[in-house]
């Protein structure tokens, strides 16, 4: 698949991402007292379409080379790991000093 594809791809997921949160986000009643208007197989079948959205990003990002759970991260903040020098170690032979 193309670059151009894989991006127009993405952009399509993210789209339908959207507008799915942006039509259950209108639906939900404001007072607690309403109910649902939404029937239980509906919610179920949004719910199936989020899953099956979000399965395509993952096998996206992951043709793309991005390791999952990678946030970007600004300049300024502190990393968690620390390097370690390597000088003055010493080399273990056969388990014995």
Same mark, same amino acid.
């Given at each position: 698949?193309?670059?151009?594809?894989?991006?127009?791809e993405?952009?399509?997921?993210?789209?339908?991402?959207?507008?799915?949160?942006?039509?259950?986000?209108?639906?939900?009643?404001?007072?607690?007292?309403?109910s649902?208007?939404?029937?239980?197989e509906?919610?179920?079948?949004?719910?199936?379409?989020?899953e099956?959205?979000? $399965?395509? @990003?993952?096998?996206?990002? *992951?043709?793309?080379g991005?390791?999952?759970?990678? =946030?970007? %991260?600004? $300049?300024? @903040?502190?990393?968690?790991? *620390?390097?370690?020098?390597?000088?003055?170690?010493? =080399?273990? %032979?056969?388990?014995?000093?």
């Open positions: 698949m193309s670059e151009e594809h894989l991006s127009q993405k952009r399509i997921l993210m789209a339908m991402r959207k507008t799915l949160a942006h039509i259950v986000r209108d639906l939900s009643p404001t007072d607690r007292a309403l649902y208007p939404l029937s239980e509906t919610v179920q079948d949004i719910r199936a379409c989020f099956l959205i979000s $399965a395509r @990003e993952r096998e996206l990002a *992951r043709e793309a991005v390791v999952p759970g990678e =946030r970007p %991260r600004f $300049a300024d @903040e502190p990393r968690n790991t *620390r390097v370690v020098p390597m000088q003055g170690l010493s =080399r273990r %032979r056969n388990g014995h000093d």
